[in-house]
């Protein structure tokens, strides 16, 4: 936000005040300056008028002049193009100190120089500000001015432009009148605003019809004035505009613009003449093209919010408006719309046409709900005073102006122990008072009543921040708070998460942490992928707009890149929550691509296989508590990211726990990756679960006997169905069981299969005997043939 001193010193008294002093009282506020920048510089310049003017009679380029500077007529040297008898310009004397140059006394090509004939240019005048013709030549002023005045105050030159950085919060400093509330209160001096409240409310009855027919516009204002007249601005105006990097257009464009500039309100001013009718309706929805009044064609997205009349779109909301509409120099009437829009669409709508305009910003930043009375107020009495407005018709509008103002407490107390101070009762109110918070106190609590215009003022903490601001950061002294000792440890999630990285790193895997936002498409693939994925309102592309819902998706672009690199043997894995609107949930994955090497001088090297996922699975289980008699693996025929018949379901107590296996072929291609084997689990479910506490147990010194049984049993029968039946024989007494043959051909019938098993049985506390041991194994096959319908397979 850029603030003229002079402008500003007309709602707060500064006449004692330096510019400088008051950016670091600003800054030392909380809101930094970033530049103190005079308009113009330069010592010894005067007001003058050339009495006298002709060619150098040995330059092709350069004037001979004599110029009146009150006092004395000067003999000047000019190199201008422009200089020209009886012009006013502004004369730098000998000895005067101009930005790039000192003056001195001289003689060119024979003729005596005694000052310069300044440009604008000369005095450091913003480039930007200035016309082609401005920077080529010399300043020609009006004619009005008097001779030998001080130049700079003569013109409006010497006033200083402080360059205040905003911050997020406080979306007030975007109106004039909210930095001089700032500065009354920084300085504890009256702030006197030229508001006449409900000015604009007068008028006879309007033929005007306002109307918003979406969410995003919930109040518009209208205003009808039949007649005006367009002319030049008032002096004063056009250089507190062209002060702050605004060019001056004519006296009703101006008002618009000062107006916004003042009360943080963006208007729109229409020709009154060239609506399509005399309404004002605000839409979205539109599927069209606006011309806007830089002479842009944009096309219109259904999300923009569009001013329209009788159904063509005459201003792109909150933007900019549209080029039929536009005031010129045949403007007789207007409309006036003020509104207030949805931020987050202004800000939308903004970046994608790439026009970032003054109104778009305030838009975007938060308005005063109240601003827009206020702007009306002062657009009107200025339209009154500068543009000779007359048939002024009733404000006409849509949606209501809320004016109830938010109160918010704090007490004292809370006030010293959150900064560290003894600040006094008195002090806290005066403070309160200074910035138009109407404090009313009761047994050392504060009750404020919040203006409009403080968005960022809505609980007590940003009470308590407001009096360390103009107490002084800098004054506030460091203290340690006062806590009881405790001990940090891990929650149930943390907990989880390390064990995780613990026993994954002791695998050999590597730990990844992958981007969470992606494209559309990766939602739809992965491990069981979350529903209603979200998605970024104004995302850096369509390929990071989706929060990611799964985490293999992401992962393989991992997998992609290093086999692309030529690193074709490693395994990676991914502990990270996943986020939708309406669930949070933890989940695991690890992709192991290659081979594992396990010995260089035995050239030992292993293939990953889905063996090697389901044993990463089972040990992970164990080691956190799950029982293994718990966890089921079942066919995955079904999948399109897995391998039909490499892979499994994971299954906890019959609910889903994740799934592993090989990558499909069609996947990998796509993906363009191979030799993958991948796996997801919902960690979360692990989270709701009791789990049992890892138990040591001391080595059994008993002796154990090994038999082995082949046995007969349907196809369709799984191992760990097998082994879960001859557990149960004797859980102390069956150590374990294993599978080491499968066997379907010839010898066995269709349908069947053979499964040869090794069984360890063993007792804690005897060595059994051989009758034991005779029992136990006919029990197994008991067990076997009754609960499975196996057969003993003799050969």
Known sequence: MKVSMQWLGRYVDLTDIKAETLADKLTLAGLEVEGVDPIAQGSNLVIGEVVFCEAHPQSDHLSITKVNVGDEILDIVCGAPNVALGQKVIVAKVGAVLPEITIKASNIKGQASNGMICSLLELGVNPKALSDDQKNGIEVLDASLEVGQEALHALGLDDVILDIKQTPNRSDFNALWSVAYEVGALLDREVKLPWQKDFAQKGSKSDLVIASETAKCPLIYGKKIGQVSIKASPIWMRRDLEAVGMKSINNVVDI??????????????????????????????????????????????????????????????????????????????????????????????????????????????????????????RATELLVEHADAQLIEETVCCGEVSKDLLKVSVHLQHINDLLGTKVSLETAMDIFTRLQFTPVEKDSWIECTIPSTRLDISVAEDLIEEVGRFIGYADLKGSLPLMPTTQGSYDARQAMRQRLRQHSVGFGLNEVITYSLVHEDKTKMGVYPLENPASLLSPLSE???????????????????????????????????????????????????????????????????????????????????????????ENNEASTFFHPLRSAIVKIDNKIFGVIGEIHPKLAKAQDVSNVVMGELIIEQLLSMKLAKVRFTPVNKMPAVVRDIALVVDEAIQVSEIEKVIKAVSKDRIQSVQIFDVYQGDKVETGKKSIALKIVYQANDHTL???????????????????LNAQLRIA
């Open 543 to 633: 390929e990071r707009r989706f929060i990611r819902n799964n985490l293999l998706a992401s992962m393989l672009e991992t997998v992609a890149y290093n086999q692309a690199h030529k690193i074709k043997d490693f395994g990676i894995f991914e502990v990270s929550n996943l986020n939708t609107i309406a669930v949070n949930q933890e989940r695991y994955a690890f992709v192991l691509s290659g081979q594992v090497e396990r010995s260089i001088w035995q050239k030992q090297v292993y293939p990953y296989d889905y063996y090697a996922a389901k044993g990463i699975v089972e040990r992970l289980l164990s080691e956190l508590g799950v029982n293994l008699s718990r966890v089921r693996f």
């Open 256 to 377: 618009s613009n000062y107006v916004m500039l003042e009360t943080g309100q963006p208007l729109h001013f229409y020709d009154g003449a060239k609506l399509p009718k005399m309404e004002i309706i605000v839409k979205d929805g539109l599927n069209e093209s606006i011309t806007t009044l830089d002479g842009s064609d944009l096309p219109l997205d259904v999300q923009d919010i569009v001013i329209t009349s009788n159904n063509q779109a005459i201003g792109l909301a909150g933007i900019m408006g549209g080029e039929d509409s536009k005031i010129d120099e045949q403007t007789t009437s207007l409309v006036i719309e003020a509104a207030q829009f949805s931020p987050s669409q202004i800000r939308h709508t903004s970046r994608r046409v790439n026009l970032l305009t003054e109104a778009s910003q305030r838009f975007v930043k938060g308005l005063d709900p109240q601003s827009i009375i206020k702007a009306l107020d």
């Open 769 to 787: 005997s051989e009758e034991e041991i005779t029992q136990l194994y006919t029990n197994t096959i008991e067990a076997c043939k009754k609960g």
